[in-house]
């Protein structure tokens, strides 16, 4: 009886260990691993308005994503970041009601956009069908980076499409040769988040 109460304990840890994973804070030194990252790395939609983020630290941050792969090197991606906290409150504004009342919190507001026309494109024509998409392709890559690293500093993000283009373009001077796309919170978790649910691996390869 004794050992069988042994084993399910044992058996119970086991099965919270992913999830211990995922709540566990990284450490900003370095030794985290990237299998880490890509675990405790999740949208978060409650940030604890106490704590602040530097301009050095973001500049850390973004400096991650000039290592991103982009289309014959051609470097795009553009970041705007609100950092004062007017600026903050009038970009957070911009992301629609819901998103606006998760992100209140954060203490930065980073929008990110892509010079047109040269991702996917060779003298002045589209490569190929995708046309501009490639230039949103290496945002999205150069994004990618963003939160990965923003997660080894011990930050967090929420990645938001739902914003009002027009009024962050006007706000952050954002040039027309520039599509906007993201607009990032950057701060720290106030709470834990919901696991999200994956698909079977097999759902989404095939080989051949
Ligand atoms: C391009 C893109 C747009 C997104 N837009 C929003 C958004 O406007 N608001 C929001 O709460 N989450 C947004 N998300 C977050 C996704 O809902 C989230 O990544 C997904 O549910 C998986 O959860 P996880 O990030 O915790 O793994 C967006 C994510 C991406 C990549």
């Known amino acids: 009886m004794k050992k069988k109460i042994i084993l399910a ?3 119970g840890a086991a099965m919270l260990l992913p999830f211990a994973c995922t ?11 990237l299998d880490e990252l890509y675990t405790t790395r999740r949208s978060i939609r409650s940030y604890d308005a106490s704590k602040t983020i530097s301009e050095e ?4 941050l973004l400096a991650a994503t000039q290592q ?19 600026k903050v409150a009038a970009a957070r504004a911009c992301t629609g009601d819901r998103n606006a009342q998760n992100v209140a919190g954060a203490p930065v507001i980073i929008v990110s956009t892509f010079v047109k026309g040269q991702s ?14 490639w230039g949103a392709y290496d945002n999205g ?26 009024r962050l373009r006007t706000l952050f001077a954002i040039p ?8 990032i919170a950057l701060g720290y978790r106030a709470a834990e988040p919901n696991q999200p649910k994956h698909k079977a691996l097999d759902e989404i390869v095939k080989f051949f």
């Open 176 to 183: 027309d040769n520039e599509e906007v796309m993201a607009v």
């Open 9 to 11: 304990v044992i058996a």
């Open 57 to 60: 630290e973001v500049r850390t």
């Open 68 to 86: 991103a792969p982009s289309w014959a090197n051609t470097q795009t991606s553009r970041y705007y970041v609100a950092i004062t906290p007017d």
């Open 23 to 33: 709540t566990q804070a990284p450490v900003a030194d370095g030794t985290v691993s």
């Open 120 to 133: 996917g494109f060779g003298r002045g024509a589209a490569v190929n069908e995708i046309g501009d998409g």
């Open 141 to 166: 890559l150069s994004n990618a980076y963003l939160v990965l690293k923003a997660r080894e500093m011990g930050f967090d993000t929420l990645i938001m499409g739902f914003r009002e283009s027009d």
